[in-house]
């Protein structure tokens, strides 16, 4: 009784500690990583180290960036170094799939999809989590005449994904919210709890 007691204890320790141990432990790792950036100039210039110093410079130069992407100069710099990127082989493959998982995460492709649904792909029986984009322009829908729905089929990760026109009864609108829908996406199906739904 005492060691299925203790056992008990244990195993609820490590399910209330460890997630605080890992948040912990990513926050000093990424602290330490953009402050490790700039450590070795801060300590040639400054002549011994300054911790933390070279965190804050970064935060400020992310800020300066944004200040600066969202003016109608910055715009124009930006749409010139995109150029550049795209042109050079390796780093083209490199910068175009971090932008596009960046990109996804903004309130304006968040507020591009709709709904979430489930769609039968790869086959019949087996479902993946998809998200309507609006619907299929009116002379696509004539050629085919079925009543179609544009489908956005993100990958795990999300780095790329899948445009697809399906026809309106073979898709399941389900009640998540997108955020939710990203949240099990992101997760590869760990986080698999929606707030907003309660079972029937």
Request: hydrophobic content about 50%.
């Amino acid at each position: 009784m005492f060691w299925k007691l203790l056992r008990r204890y244990f195993f609820a320790g490590i399910l209330i500690l460890l997630p605080i141990i890992i948040t912990g432990y990513i926050i000093i790792f990424a602290f330490n990583l953009v402050d490790g950036i700039l450590r070795n100039l801060i300590q040639y210039i400054a002549g011994r180290p300054l911790p933390g110093l070279g965190f804050l410079i970064i935060i400020v130069l992310i800020i300066f960036a944004g200040a600066v992407g969202t003016n109608v100069f910055g715009k124009k710099l930006l749409h010139f170094g995109d150029g550049i990127f795209q042109r050079i082989p390796i780093v083209k493959t490199i910068y175009t799939a971090t932008k596009q998982v960046m990109e996804a995460f903004t309130p304006q492709r968040r507020a591009a999809f709709q709904h979430v649904v489930m769609i039968e792909y790869p086959r019949k029986g087996v479902y993946s989590l998809g998200f309507v984009t609006g619907e299929a322009p009116a002379e696509i829908e004539d050629k085919v005449q079925d009543d179609l729905v544009n489908v956005y089929l993100p990958t795990t990760p999300p780095t790329q994904g899948y445009f697809l026109m399906v026809p309106r009864q073979d898709v399941n609108f389900l009640e998540m919210s997108v955020e939710d829908g990203f949240k099990l996406l992101i997760s590869a199906g760990i986080i698999t709890s929606a707030p907003s739904y309660q079972k029937k």
